[in-house]
């Protein structure tokens, strides 16, 4: 045995340790496990496993006493248990060596999971928050060496769970048949090309046809947008690359999605190597916070969830929908839930990607499911009708007596603010199926009373006319301000002293001194207020300006004064 196995034997006397992950599964049937157990891979010298089931207190245990260099642990994803989302994305140093910048890559890839994991956030403006906003939810782990660019994205703190890893993998391949998609379908200056519509659901073949153009994407297709935020053609042509035998293929490894799949844990190594799986400095997940090594180790965890009241998406036939069962605050769910999976739900291919097991497969009732897949005619890309989907789809199937589903949906012509969903019968297509008790309904789901809800609307226009008020208070006191300021500059003008001297002194070389009287006017004017020359209601009569010179005798000669009144 290992040292990591010998080390399980003296701290856990009576767990069980097979040569196969199924032995294990049987031999656990007949104990009571908990549901957040974690499956363990116990990597050995000749590269075979072996496996046993710790809790996470543990594993916590085990981490302690074991030195990095001996853990070679991974977790074992069975098929029917929840997992969050998970990316392993690497390739080889030396076969792409014109890739300068390896941090284009995998932000991009970051960017992309967390576009379509999240709901839409307009107060979200910059890169910079943007960014801010994907490191808080994602933890990166990096294993990287001077042969190999190597990261582990984990969805640390999930907005949404995947109720299987069979559903989570093709969730991932529809995301990659979306990106090279959007490379294929866009036009520019430098880039114009037509794939047969055949070859669209095949990623390697689209992968093949993109191979010729790769550095072109990468040099000259960087102002070409996507509907990603932040995310350009360019960027997602980082994510092609060559692999050993010079074959270009992705970046992101879709093998690890697949059945009974194995996960390098945090600050794990392979067996032979000294590389841990750490923290990247590149990517610093949520770095406002300190976490200790236990709490990152929870977090690294695909199949380990201290709150299961998150929604799960799952695959119902051939398009997915989203579990509110475990949901108690329905607003919430709007707020975070997928609305970009209508998207997603564009780019599966049933013949494409392989079909989930039996076992990922359940039973859920209407009225906890968001029926996205019978939306037939609506556009979802306009935003505004992605912001309110999921709110009126939770009304229409909380009715228990029919499944109601979102028909058509069409803006106001006069009102644009208005939009106007059409609701229909999934027994009868296309006809209009009357809400019962929509108040009650509205009240249920916002947990507020109908009064409350027309109060707080009153509050909101009186705020608003308060606020309005206060702005104009403020312009009026501006322009006031801004006359007083101008009237008194006017008055500094207009009180300037106007010096004229007509007799100057003779420049003569005499050196007798003479004393010449010379004159010079002194012109002052008084400024009148404007409201005194008004003939109104006031007692005082007009006034009449007058103008009388007054001469002044100085040392050096006469002034003449003239004032003005």
Known sequence: MTSVQNLIKRLFPHKIITHRLSDLHNQLLQQNIDKNDIFLSIEKENKSRQFCCLSIEELLRLFECCPTTERTLYESISINKPVRTYIDFEYLIDKNLNIQNHYIGPMCCLKVLYYFLNAPDDTIN???????????????????????????????????????????????????????????????????????????????????????????????????????????????????????????????????????????????????????????TTFPFHYQLEYSSHNLLKKSLITYMEDDHIPKVYLNGDKFDINLSSISNRIATFSYNLININLINQHIKPLTFSKPSTNASKSHTPQNLIHLNKINHLNSSVKDIQLFLNFVENIVTSEPSYQGYVHTCVRGIYN?????????????????????????????????????????????????????????????????????????????????????NPYPRSSSSSSSSVTTPFNFTLTIFVLIDESLRKCDHSSHPPVTLKTKKVLVQTKEGFVHLKMVW
């Not at 000259?220 to 997602?236: E, K, L």
């Not at 301000?481 to 009180?495: G, M, P, R, Y």
């Open 416 to 500: 644009k603010d208005l939009l106007f969903f059409n609701i229909a019968e999934h027994e009868k297509r296309g006809c209009l199926v009357p809400l019962h008790n929509v108040n009650d309904q509205i009240k249920s789901i916002f947990g507020i009373s109908m009064s409350s809800g027309e109060r707080l609307k009153k509050e909101t226009r009186k705020q608003k006319r308060e606020i309005i008020e206060k702005q104009n208070e403020l312009i009026h006191l501006q322009k006031k301000l801004n006359q007083e300021q101008q009237e008194k500059e006017d008055a500094v003008i207009q009180a300037t002293v106007r010096i004229q």
């Open 126 to 280: 910059t890169v910079e928050s943007y960014i801010e906003n994907i490191l808080k939810q994602f933890l990166v782990l990096e294993a990287s060496t001077t042969e190999k660019i190597s990261y582990h994205f984990i969805n640390a703190n999930p907005s949404i769970l995947f109720e299987s890893i069979s559903s989570l993998g093709i969730f991932i391949k529809a995301i990659i048949r979306f990106l090279l998609l959007a490379i294929v379908q866009h036009k520019c200056a430098m880039f114009n090309m037509d794939i047969p519509i055949e070859q669209f659901n095949n990623a390697s073949n689209l992968t093949n046809q993109l191979v010729p153009f790769i550095h072109t994407l990468r040099n000259h297709c960087r102002q070409c947008n996507t509907s990603i935020p932040y995310v350009s053609i360019a960027d997602i042509a980082y994510l092609l690359v060559q692999n050993r035998g010079n074959e270009w293929t992705l970046a992101i490894d879709t093998n690890v999605h697949s059945n009974n799949q194995q996960f390098r844990l945090f600050n794990c190594v392979k067996y032979g190597k000294n590389n841990p799986l750490v923290p990247s």
